[in-house]
Structures are given as C-alpha cells and as structure tokens.
C-alpha cells in the first residue's frame, strides 16, 4: 500500500498506462524533434537502455556506444529508407557500380549475319553462323530451278497469247507495196483489231494466199462485200465512182484496164501499190474474210522509218 506523503510530490500515472521503468527518462523534445527529422543517432545520456531480446542482452557494436558505457539508441528517420546509400551522419556509401543492362531485343540480334540472298543464318553461341545442310541446300537449288520454270512457262504462255490473238511481228518479202512498204522491212500486225471493227477499204490487211494457205500475202483492200470495182487504164473505179489513190506513183502504175466485178458477200477486193509487180485480185481473185488475219499498223524495223503505217 502506498504512503500518502511520498507520493504527494508524484504525478498521478493513469491505470491503462505502463508504469516506466526506474531511471528511464525520454529526450528533450527539441534535441527529438532534430533526430526524427534529420535521422540522426539519439545522444541524450538520459534514454532508457535498449530492450533486450528473449533471454538474453542485445548486442551493441563498440563503436555504437557513447560516453557513460551505455550504447546509443538509433532512431529511423521518417518516410522510406534513402536510394543514395547515405548513413545518418550526412556521409556517402560507395556502392558498386551497377552491371550494364542490355537491351534483349538488341542482345538477341547479335551475331546475326543477313546474308546477300536475304536468308537469315542460324546463329551459334559465339555468333558465328552455321554452315545449311546438304538437304537444305539441295531444296534450295530445286525451288529456285522450279521458278525459273515457272517464270519461263508464264512468259511463253504470255507470248503465245500475244502472237495468236493479239499482235504479231512480220517480214515483208517482195515490193509489191512499194513506196509504202520495201523488201526487208518489220512490221507489226493487229490480229486483234478486226474482232471489234469491220474491215475497211484502204486498210493494208495480212492474209493467206487463197492458192496457198501456208504463204502470207500483204495487200491493201480497195473493194468489200457488195462492192463494184473496175480498173480503167489504170484509174480505180468503185461503184462508178473514181478513187484518188494518193498513195501510187505514177511509175508504179501499168495503166491496164479490168472489167468491172461485184464483191461477193464474205469477200474483198485486194490490191497492191506496186501494180506493175503485183500478185493480187486482178490474177486470182477475191480473198474470203476468214482468211484475213490482222491489219498492219506499225512498222519497226528500220529505224529511220519507225512509225504507223497508213
């Protein structure tokens, strides 16, 4: 039981609260103020000495002890523990240097070689790259043989369209179409014209010889179906109507006279510019339409005289 008197100089410690232990007494407030804000190490001689573990005294390093015997209570600054490594008395821990981060897309990529065909090599781990096997390289030979093929048959089918239903390159042999057209010269055909548009007089046809089907004549048409064509000392006469052939000369002109004939349907009338050297309707006839294969429109060969053909 306590004695009154003694306890009369002694502040009253209410019941929810631990009695302090004998001879412990806090820090000053300032002197804790500047330790709970700069994280320094408590010094004040009046701190409680430091709890002990189950059963045993807590170990203090010798230089964590202060004057008195007694070891310095460190306090932890607020907030989360500093990244710059520095201890509470303002100096700085040297810290090892970081190992350098690599970047993985890059580190993957090394000792990737990109070879001139484009493949992309395996790459072994000292980055050297790793020979194809037999079999490998035989597919390779087989797929780049196989499009070679490939590209040949695409470009002969390409071609064999081309020649057969849409142009085709011609030598003319002979000068029954002189001045238009001389021995030796290329011209190109329009095989692909005369779907589309009806023949015309005046057009310089290709066709087969009707005598000979395996030759190829060139003239040019003066009559079609239902026409009338006449020759008169040479003057062309279609449906008693005279012709101005602006394109014969007079000195290819052999100034023969012809009876009137009437085109049969299916049929035309051709002529050579060359009359005086010329194997055309005058000697064997009409040619039937099926016959006529393509109209020539472009002469390439010689150079000088590359150009449309009229």
């Given at each position: 039981?306590?004695?009154p008197?003694?306890?009369?100089g002694r502040?009253?410690?209410p019941s ?9 007494g806090?820090p000053r ?11 320094s190490?408590?010094d004040?001689?009046?701190?409680a ?10 170990r203090v390093?010798p230089?964590?002890r202060v ?6 209570r460190?306090?932890c600054?607020?907030?989360?523990p500093p990244r710059?490594?520095?201890l509470?008395?303002?100096f700085?821990r ?13 580190a ?19 980055g ?13 030979i087989?797929?780049?043989v ?6 040949l048959?695409?470009?002969?089918l390409?071609c064999?369209f081309l ?6 390159a011609f030598?003319?042999?002979g000068t ?5 057209l001389d021995?030796g010269?290329?011209?190109?055909v329009n095989?692909?014209?005369y779907?589309f548009?009806p023949?015309?007089r005046?057009?310089?046809?290709v ?10 004549f060139i ?9 009338t064509?006449?020759?008169r000392r040479?003057?062309?006469y ?6 101005d052939?602006?394109?014969?000369l ?7 006279s012809?009876?009137p ?5 299916g049929?035309?009338?051709?002529l050579?510019?060359h009359?005086?050297?010329?194997n055309?309707s ?10 006529i294969?393509?109209?020539?429109f472009?002469r390439f ?8 053909i009229?």
């Amino acid at each position: 039981m306590a004695r009154p008197g003694a306890d009369a100089g002694r502040r009253a410690v209410p019941s929810h609260r631990p009695l302090p232990r004998p001879g412990a007494g806090g820090p000053r407030p300032r002197r804790l103020l500047f330790r709970v804000l700069l994280g320094s190490e408590g010094d004040d001689s009046r701190q409680a000495p430091p709890r002990t573990r189950r059963g045993g005294r807590r170990r203090v390093e010798p230089h964590r002890r202060v004057a008195g015997g007694r070891p310095a209570r460190r306090l932890c600054p607020l907030g989360p523990p500093p990244r710059d490594g520095l201890l509470h008395r303002g100096f700085r821990r040297h810290r090892a240097p970081r190992p350098h981060r690599r970047n993985p897309r890059r580190a993957a990529g090394e000792g990737l070689n990109l070879e001139p065909s484009g493949v992309e090599p395996i790459a072994g781990e000292a980055g050297l790259t790793i020979a194809p096997s037999r079999e490998e390289t035989r597919s390779q030979i087989w797929r780049a043989v196989w499009e070679l093929v490939h590209d040949l048959s695409v470009a002969v089918l390409f071609c064999f369209f081309l020649i057969t239903f849409v142009a085709q390159a011609f030598r003319v042999q002979g000068t029954s179409m002189l001045p238009l057209l001389d021995d030796g010269e290329r011209i190109i055909v329009n095989k692909f014209i005369y779907r589309f548009h009806p023949i015309e007089r005046g057009d310089v046809v290709v066709f087969w010889y009707p005598k000979d089907p395996s030759v190829s004549f060139i003239k040019r048409i003066v009559g079609v179906p239902s026409d009338t064509v006449e020759l008169r000392r040479g003057v062309l006469y279609v449906n008693e109507q005279r012709v101005d052939e602006g394109y014969l000369l007079p000195q290819f002109n052999d100034g023969d006279s012809h009876a009137p004939v009437v085109v049969p349907k299916g049929y035309y009338y051709v002529l050579g510019d060359h009359r005086n050297s010329s194997n055309d309707s005058r000697t064997w006839g009409e040619v039937p339409e099926k016959y006529i294969y393509g109209k020539a429109f472009f002469r390439f060969w010689p150079p000088s005289k590359v150009g449309l053909i009229r």
